[in-house]
């Protein structure tokens, strides 16, 4: 299971709350002095030594009376750790700190594993028992990936933004372009087009998957990407002897292009850390709503025809 993105800070998607921000950044793992961690190892340990303890005459299965009672936590494991979807939103709720559930979602998820796996007493096939467990298990490595999501990149988007906006940046970048070639047409034409080519073939892409791949700045050119356009641009305007008020633009223009390439790759790095951030829920949160729909086949069938 996993923590819900923190907000509150300027690195953090929009519209979470802030209490679960400063969780993340505090140490939500350790909450009230690891209570939920406590709770997941004694459970953990009950679990194990019942399981052990346990002969029954026909062998281990999920159809003993102990099947049956690890079966009924698992469950409740379940309907409990997917309220924290609801409970995150419901800020002035009594049950609890948002904090708090985090750790409890997290602990507690992980002490499903092992809850679940006893109860079907290691006996797997393909059956719908098994999709349940399987979807248990994806639900929980997703939620784990998500903890370490939270925990790592709130820190390097802060970190990498320097105190502006992604949209400031935006701002930042159109006027840098205007500037650019206002001075590559003081230079001369054959700088102003290579300039003018260099910021034409620059876009910033909106696929999730340019995003995760640190792609998300794009220049479409076929002869390189954007730090080899700069070199090629750098390169041409320090051929030649320049002086006097050429000499000074040509500098200023070198450093602007630097500047501008700078900010592209801050850009890039802000667009990749907020999708390596998101793109768990793209997974956690469907694999938890079929992990439901195959919990909730799994007792039908139990009921039915056992």
């Avoid at 997917?82 to 998820?109: D, E, M």
């Avoid at 829920?281 to 909730?296: G, K």
Wanted: glycine share 10%; hydrophobic share 50%; net charge positive.
């Amino acid at each position: 299971m996993s923590p819900s993105p923190p907000s509150g800070v300027a690195a953090a998607p929009a519209g979470t709350p802030p209490s679960l921000s400063r969780g993340v950044h505090d140490g939500f793992l350790g909450h009230a002095d690891f209570r939920w961690l406590k709770l997941a190892l004694l459970l953990c340990a009950a679990s194990t030594l019942a399981y052990w303890r346990h002969a029954p005459v026909a062998g281990a299965n999920g159809g003993t009376w102990l099947g049956y009672t690890l079966g009924g936590i698992g469950t409740a494991l379940i309907l409990a750790l997917s309220a924290l979807g609801i409970r995150r939103r419901r800020y002035s709720s009594r049950l609890g700190t948002v904090r708090g559930w985090t750790s409890a979602h997290v602990w507690l998820g992980l002490a499903l594993v092992l809850v679940g796996t006893l109860h079907s007493a290691f006996e797997f096939g393909w059956n719908i028992h098994t999709l349940a467990w399987l979807l248990m298990l994806l639900v929980v490595l997703s939620g784990l990936y998500g903890v370490v999501a939270y925990s790592r990149y709130p820190a390097l988007i802060t970190a990498n933004r320097a105190g502006k906006s992604r949209d400031q940046w935006l701002i930042d970048l159109d006027e840098a372009d205007e500037r650019v070639l206002s001075l590559a047409s003081a230079v001369d034409r054959e700088t102003h087009l290579l300039v003018l080519r260099a910021i034409e073939a620059t876009a910033i892409s909106n696929r999730m998957r340019d995003h995760l791949r640190g792609r998300a700045v794009q220049v479409r050119a076929a002869n390189g990407g954007a730090g080899t356009m700069l070199e090629r641009i750098t390169a041409q305007l320090a051929t030649g002897r320049r002086t006097g008020d050429d000499a000074r633009r040509v500098a200023e223009l070198i450093d602007l292009l630097a500047r501008r390439h700078s900010l592209l790759t801050r850009l890039g790095r802000d667009l990749a850390f907020h999708a390596r951030m998101r793109v768990w829920l793209m997974l956690h949160v469907p694999m938890t709503l079929a992990l439901l729909a195959a919990l909730t086949g799994h007792i039908v069938s139990v009921f039915l025809y056992w």
